[in-house]
C-alpha cells in the first residue's frame, strides 16, 4: 500500500488534456519536491517532472505539474497515443527518512 | 553521457544472498547520491535505499523492508555501487534499478528471482 496516493488510471482522447494527481502528506509533499516519472512497459521509468514542477531538459511543455499543500498534480497537454504509460509520483518522506513513490497511474490515450 | 548499468541479477533461493552492482560512467561517482529502486512484476515502484555523497560521508538509509538485510556500499575508484542482499524471500523478487541524483538518471535494472 503506497502513501502517496494516485488512481489507478486515466483516460481520454488524443488532443485532449489530462490530469493526474497524487496525494500525500505534510511529511512527504508537504514539505519536500515531487518528482513524477514516465515508465513503458519493459522500460525503466524515466523522470519527466523533479522539483514539483521543472521539466528536463528534451521533456516537451505539454508535460506540467504543480503541488499545493500535501498534494500534487501532473498535467498532460496535446495527448498523443505515445503519451500512453504509466505515471508515478514520488517525494522523500521527512519522517520515514525514505522515498516514497505512488502506487501508479495508467494513462489510456483513447 | 550519464550511463548506469546494473548487473549480478539472478534466480537465487528463498534465504540465499545476491550481491548486485552497478557500473557507472559519465559522472563522478563521490559527488552524487544514488539509490536503488526496486518494482515486482506487475507491481509499482518501491525505493530500496539510498547512499549518500562524499559530503555527506556516504550516510546510507533503506527501507524498512530491506533494513538489517540489505546493505549498499559503493567502490567510487572503481566508479561502482553495490547492493547485497541476504535473507532473500519471494517478497523481494523484482526489477532493481541503480539510480541516480534524486532519481534523475536510471539504469535498465537487473531481474532478481527467489524462488525454490
Known amino acids: 500500500q503506497s502513501v502517496l496516493t494516485q488512481p489507478p488510471s486515466v483516460s481520454a482522447a488524443p488532443g485532449q488534456r489530462v490530469t493526474i494527481s497524487c496525494s500525500g502528506s505534510r511529511s512527504n509533499i508537504g514539505n519536500n519536491h515531487v518528482s513524477w516519472y514516465q515508465q513503458f512497459p519493459g522500460t525503466a521509468p524515466k523522470v519527466i517532472i523533479y522539483d514539483s514542477n521543472k521539466r528536463p531538459s528534451g521533456i516537451p511543455d505539454r508535460f506540467s505539474a504543480s503541488k499545493s499543500g500535501t498534494s500534487a498534480t501532473l498535467g498532460i497537454t496535446g495527448l498523443q497515443t505515445g503519451d500512453e504509460a504509466d505515471y508515478y509520483c514520488?517525494?522523500?518522506?521527512?519522517?520515514?527518512?525514505?522515498?516514497?513513490f505512488g502506487g501508479g497511474t495508467k494513462l489510456t490515450v483513447l | 553521457e550519464v550511463q548506469l548499468v546494473e548487473s549480478g541479477g539472478g534466480l537465487v533461493q528463498p534465504g540465499g544472498s545476491l550481491r548486485l552492482s552497478c557500473a557507472v560512467s559519465g559522472f563522478t561517482l563521490s559527488d552524487h547520491f544514488m539509490d536503488w529502486v526496486r518494482q515486482a512484476p506487475g507491481k509499482g515502484l518501491e525505493w530500496v535505499g539510498r547512499?549518500?555523497?562524499?559530503?555527506?560521508?556516504?550516510?546510507?538509509q533503506y527501507a524498512a523492508s530491506v533494513k538489517g538485510r540489505f546493505t549498499i556500499s559503493r567502490d567510487d575508484s572503481k566508479n561502482a555501487l553495490f547492493l547485497q542482499m541476504n535473507g532473500l524471500t519471494s517478497e523481494d523478487t523484482a526489477m532493481y534499478y541503480c539510480t541516480r541524483g534524486f532519481f534523475f538518471d536510471w539504469g535498465q535494472g537487473t531481474l532478481v528471482t527467489v524462488a525454490s
Open positions: 514520488g517525494a522523500w518522506d521527512t519522517s520515514l527518512s525514505g522515498e516514497l
Open positions: 547512499s549518500r555523497n562524499k559530503v555527506e560521508n556516504y550516510i546510507t
